[in-house]
């Protein structure tokens, strides 16, 4: 009898062990076109975000998490392969006829869980190349369903003509890799965000016994806007705080899957934005709360995104960090967490997990980071603990105080010119309002010191260099 108890005890303690080290499913929700301030947690008004809330409640914050670049394509490859995008040759938003895409000698996310046979499946704007070759069952994962583009790109877009010169190809639904409704009308986009909420539930049902990566990328909140009709009116704050609505309602969907599977407990997810917002569209775009300018610039509204992380006893809940953070971290944070490889090649992303686990005060690993738009330009640097930052020479969209426009028409940027490097104090001046470069000097020589070394490796257009770093895109 003694024997049996000490076999079951021991049977217990093994399996608790087991329990304790199972590697994590994970679940990254990635918004288009979010800005810093359009969920509650970050200071939304006028709408509330109970689902999205509740990832702060029950996880940690992190208020000074970035992008790689402040547009489209660019940062979903960084954060698909850990790597600043420019160097894998990815520039700004891909065109539909782009002929260039994610290269295949790249890894990507889902080919890193894959070496610990995770389950796989992306839903929603994929944009790292519309061929075949370069969508995402040919980049690890098992399951897509989706767009392969920007909404703006859709040909129906209020501002984009319909035919001839500047004209955009219909915009195809694609599930696996074929086309299942070659040309996606209104109508279709009012269930869009329906759609990808009932795919990404159905994944979690029957993938609940094994460990699985879930990539929900939804296609809102990019201009033009469209909201199914169970939300639609109902924020009182306009088309633009409706369909925040129904992604906080799909957030929570996905939360209740996660709960009724059992497998809520083990699940890490990751709620962040693509960029901020595009400002230009006024009354349909997102606010960047205190940051200056939006999407489109490496001003802190361009890049700093909200971010929310929920692990349950993993992630101590209803915490905040103001540490810098930004995408090319993710990919080298969970192949540590599922003890996965990296890639031979260099990437620059770093495992920042004691970070977002929240164990103590640790600094960022990363010296600094870098802000790269454009074609290949170089156009701002920041210490890796996200206290300074300089805006380097170049020109740069702005609304220069102007409004932005009204029921999906966009308001007209300008530009603006950055004629020599101007400095930021980020820990005292959040909205980049005074520059401090005069004051500062030595930092304003590190700073460019980092900058020289960046355009060694990366090139930077502005200056003429190429770097001895980069690799090709996919053709």
Known sequence: MKLLTTLALAIAFASSCFAESKTPNVVIIFMDDMGYADVGSFGAQGYKTPNIDRLAAEGRKFTNFHVAQPVCSASRCALMTGCYPNRLGIHGALAPNAKHGISDKEMTLAEVV????????????????????????????????GLPY??????????????????????????????????VTAEDQTHLTTDY???????????????????????????????????????????????????????????ESLKENGVEKNTLIIFTSDNGPWLSYGDHAGSAGPLREGKGSNWEGGTRVSCLMRWPDHIPAGTTSDTMLMTIDIL??????????????????????????????????????????????????????????????????????????????????????????????????????QNVAEKNPEMVQKLQAFAEKTRVDLGDSITKREGSGVREAGK
């Not at 894959?114 to 040919?138: E, M, N, R, V």
């Not at 129906?156 to 219909?170: A, D, I, N």
């Not at 490889?341 to 990437?347: C, G, R, S």
């Open 197 to 255: 909420t009932t795919h990404a539930v159905k994944f979690i049902e029957k993938s609940k016994d094994k460990p699985f990566f879930l990539y929900l990328a939804h296609s809102m909140v990019h201009v033009p806007l469209f909201v199914s009709d169970k939300f639609k009116g109902k924020s009182g704050k306009g088309l633009f705080g409706d369909v925040m609505m129904e992604v906080d309602w799909s957030v929570g969907q996905v939360l």
């Open 114 to 145: 894959k070496q610990k046979d995770y389950a796989t499946c992306a839903i929603g704007k994929w944009h790292l190349g519309s061929l075949k070759q370069f969508l995402p069952k040919q980049h690890g994962f098992d399951e897509y369903y």
């Open 332 to 433: 080298p944070t969970l192949a540590h967490l599922v003890g996965a490889k990296l890639p031979d090649h260099k990437i620059d992303g770093l495992n920042v997990w004691p970070i977002i686990s929240g164990n103590g005060d640790v600094p960022n690993p990363h010296e600094y980071y870098s802000f790269y738009f454009e074609n290949n330009q170089l156009q701002a640097i920041t210490s890796g603990d996200g206290k300074w930052k300089l805006q380097l020479p170049h020109t740069y969209r702005t609304l220069a105080g102007q409004p932005g426009g009204k029921g999906g028409i966009p308001a007209k940027y300008k530009q603006a010119k950055i004629e020599k490097p101007e400095l930021y104090d980020l820990y005292t001046d959040i909205s980049e309002s």
């Open 150 to 183: 920007s909404n703006d790109m859709w040909p129906y877009h209020p501002e984009r003509p319909k035919s001839g010169k500047g004209g955009f190809p219909k915009l195809p639904l694609i599930e696996g890799d074929s086309v299942i409704n070659p040309d």
